[in-house]
């Protein structure tokens, strides 16, 4: 399939009535007490479901994500239906072991017992997905959901409105409708949801949203995994491949038109090696885009104008070194590289969520170090250096949700690694595995019988009764 990046037409999608919705939370608690999604073969059903979905309706799925984002097809693909086709194979290859009980150990005073740690649901589950992939992470997280046995509420973005219309039509023709429900709508919706009580709640987006997502869940004391932001950095050393960094930092910063949560943000540049780097990641731009960026399908729109906005802002009194170029009608930021960057300014302050690159040059790694200290805990950090003790040193010396040395996105599509951030940049972490265990609630049981009912633990509480405990406990 072959496309033109062009800007998102407005799509205006039916929402979901305000009134209706405690109605169809009460319905999903309802089906989940039934437990209707308890037993493993209907994960499995749901799990194979999906897997046909993505598999039969690939063409349909690309199209909306390009009619939201203009969304290059071949990006549309990798990013969010085969990364989803394959956690789905994953999840299932390992589904039934994981939802083994676990047994442990019991101590001697307690003997004769058993113990073990029984996987369960958690319950109603309800998912708020983000407009920058706007399948992929609505998709993601369901799997895991569907997979450790919840009944699940989306709520996609009406960002995406191309794409959210076509979950919710999809859901109801692959999915069991009375476990997976979604709901279409804006922050009133969404507002609306979060005030019911609910088992769990998933949220990917903004920090600023996300505080809001939390402060809501906790007036039911619900439990909550925010996949959030920040802003990246790249650190490239003096030891680094400057041609093989510059394709890495380029592509991920411009895939999606830099509209990813884990996209480098800003690099901070060994001062020996800036001036060349620089040269090298203009180079790359032109490889990649041509001399007009707006003409190359390969790459995306921002969402819409307000963003588009906000981003035209932050390249004000900026030094250019290639790139700047913007079209509010065609929501087109050119793929751009700033330098002599003031670290108080707006760029260096707020997400990018762009294809601009802000290069900053420093003495060594450590000053870089400092830079990223001095900042909240990204959502990942990049460090390109050949020499590998240069690497571990920074790995060392930070933190941040996820990291990768040499590569940027990719991280995220291992599924045997956490995803998540730390601290403003998420709480808790998914894929894989651990998408299972997020949506997972583990109880503990004791099983002790009857036959034998030894009289020490029970009073009155006698002298010799307590040397045996303090020997055994």
Known sequence: MTQTATSPEPVSNPTTAIDEIPALVDASRQTFEGGRSRPLSWRRQQLDALSRLITERETEICDALHADLGKPALEAFAAEVAIVGSDIEYIKKHLAGWMKPQKVSTPVLLQPASARVRQEPRGVVLIIAPWNYPFQLAMSPLVGAIAAGNVVIIKPSELAPATSALMARLFAEYLDTDCIKVVEGGVPETTALLEQRLDYVFFTGSTSVGKVVMRAAAEHLTPVTLELGGKSPVIVDKSANLEVSARRIIWGKCYNAGQSCVAPDYALVHEDIHERFVEQLKKTILEFYGDDAQKSPDLGRIINERHHARVAKLLEGQTVAIGGQVDEADCYIAPTVLVDVDLASPVMNEEIFAPILAVIKVADMNEAVRIVNDRPEPLALYVFAGDSSTAQSVLDSTRSGGAAVNQVLMHLAIPE???????????????????????????????????????????PYTPTKEKIIRRFV
């Open 417 to 459: 690694l956490p995803f998540g951030g730390l601290g403003p940049s998420g709480v808790g972490a998914y894929h894989g595995k651990h998408s299972f265990d997020t949506f997972t609630h583990r109880r503990g049981v004791l099983n002790k019988p009857t036959m034998m009912d030894p009289p020490i633990a029970y009073p």
